[in-house]
C-alpha cells in the first residue's frame, strides 16, 4: 500500500487526443478486450492498451485469476474503457466507458491478495488508512471517468491532415 493515488497511463495518452487508448482486462470482459485490440489495430496512428495482468507476486491462488480480475473491475479499481479518436469525426464523443459503476469495495477484493492481507494482518490501521485513501482515488478516477464521457473534442492532426487533402 501506497498513499498516493496510482498512475493514470491512459489519461496522459488520451491527453494527446490523437492515440487510441483502452483500459481492458480479459478476466473481466473478453468481448471488451477483444474489441478493443480490433479497434487499435485498426486506428491508423498510436495505440496504447494498458491491460491488467495479475502476478504470483499478488498472493493470489493463480487458478482464480481470471475472476479476481472481474472483481477488481466490479471494485472500480480497473475501469474498462475505449477511447477511440476517429468517433469525433461522426460527432461522438471519444471516451467510452464499458465498465459498470463500482459494486465492491476495494478493500474486501484486495484483501484477498497477500501483499494487502500482510498489511491487514500486521498493521491494521494503516491498512484500514490506505483503503480508505485508494478507495478515495478509485471513487474520485470514476467520477473523472464519467465526465470524460460527456467531453466533445477534436482532432488537431486528423483535421489538419483532411484540411491539407482538400
Known amino acids: 500500500g501506497k498513499e498516493t493515488p496510482r498512475k493514470d497511463l491512459g489519461a496522459l495518452a488520451m491527453a494527446y487526443g490523437s492515440v487510441y487508448v483502452a483500459q481492458v482486462a480479459i478476466g473481466a470482459n473478453d468481448r471488451q478486450t477483444v474489441k478493443a485490440l480490433l479497434e487499435a489495430d485498426a486506428y491508423d496512428g498510436p495505440s496504447l492498451i494498458v491491460a491488467y495482468s495479475t502476478c504470483i507476486a499478488h498472493g493470489i491462488d493463480m487458478t482464480t485469476s481470471m475472476s479476481h480480475q472481474k472483481r477488481l473491475v466490479d471494485a472500480g479499481y480497473w475501469p474498462l474503457y475505449r477511447y477511440d479518436p476517429r468517433v469525433t469525426l461522426e460527432g461522438k464523443h471519444a471516451f467510452h466507458l464499458d465498465s459498470r459503476a463500482p459494486t465492491l469495495a476495494f478493500s474486501e477484493v484486495a484483501k484477498e491478495e497477500a501483499r494487502f ?8 490501521a494503516t491498512a484500514e488508512r490506505l ?31 483532411e484540411e491539407a487533402s482538400t
Open 131 to 161: 483503503f480508505e485513501l485508494a478507495q478515495r482515488d478509485i471513487d474520485e478516477r470514476w467520477q473523472l471517468y464519467q465526465q470524460f464521457t460527456d467531453i466533445e473534442r477534436s482532432i488537431p492532426d486528423q483535421e489538419i491532415r
Open 117 to 124: 492481507a500482510m498489511l491487514t494482518r500486521s498493521d491494521p
